[in-house]
């Protein structure tokens, strides 16, 4: 850009507990490697059967860290948690320190890093029956796992990916996108007359979920300035499953 702004005009329009984003000296683009070995075996003239094994890794995926953090020490905290059987005071992370920020000019400084990365593994068979006597249809079963450190949230103001900035290898666990269990069916049936019917039929285990804190009096259980979503205590980054879930989708058609 041929016009700079002089250094000062930056500070004096520079607003108190602002929250700015800057980007990591390092910071590089990300890239993914990816492995398929696949087997396909004819069965019978219209129908195939397929195997194989899908790996895909990511590197250098883009985090956002709070760099203005004091180092985290411990508060206690009264914890009442009947579902799990948890009564007490118990010395929890904090990183509110001796005063608001070590840099007090600024509120959140969101660091943009290139540190991420993301590990996909899926085993998967399939079925194929090409359209022969009326009849067509596709099936196949997926068995896989995503393992990450966290996703970055998309908006340039919202912090964080990790839950503690100075130990972002505490948060490597089951990714937000991972589906242990997938099932797909699709078939095509002309039956007689015109008459056709269809059908999809979606059938997947629960994705992993994250327990977090909300509210005015456990909004910023951590102390880190961003109220509303710190994680539970004693639960990991997706420690919990969701519901699993079925779709059928059913048409029927007549043709002129």
């Known amino acids: 850009y041929p016009a700079v702004f002089p250094r000062s005009d930056i500070i004096q329009t520079a607003t108190p507990g602002a929250t700015v984003v800057v980007f990591s000296p390092n910071f590089a683009a990300p890239y993914v490697q990816q492995v398929n070995v696949e087997l396909e075996r004819e069965l019978l003239p219209d129908i195939s059967i397929s195997s194989g094994w899908m790996y ?5 995926l883009r985090s956002n860290e709070d760099s203005n953090l004091f180092p985290p020490t411990t508060r206690p905290v009264e914890i009442r948690d009947p579902a799990r059987n948890i009564f007490g005071v118990f010395d929890l992370t904090w990183f509110g320190g001796p005063s608001s920020r070590p840099n007090p000019f600024f509120g959140q400084i969101d660091e943009f890093r ?9 085993f998967f068979v399939q079925a194929n029956k090409r359209y022969e006597h009326g009849l067509q249809f596709l099936a196949n079963y997926t068995f896989s796992k995503l393992i990450d450190r966290g996703a970055a949230p998309g908006n340039q103001i919202l912090c964080c990916t990790s839950d503690n900035p100075f130990n972002p290898g505490d948060e490597r666990g089951l ?3 991972d589906q242990k269990h997938r099932f797909n069916f699709a078939a095509v049936w002309d039956m007689y007359r015109g008459w056709r019917l269809n059908s999809i039929i979606k059938i997947g285990g629960g994705r992993p979920l994250t327990a977090t804190v909300t509210g005015a009096n456990g909004g910023d259980l951590n102390g880190n300035g961003a109220r509303g979503g ?3 205590p004693f639960f990991g980054r997706n420690t919990i499953y969701g519901p699993d879930y079925s779709t059928v989708d059913l048409a029927l058609h007549k043709i002129f």
């Open 56 to 60: 895909t890794k990511a590197t250098r």
């Open 114 to 122: 290139s540190d991420n990365s993301s590990a996909y593994h899926a």
């Open 175 to 177: 990714g937000r996108r």
């Open 230 to 232: 710190d994680r539970a």
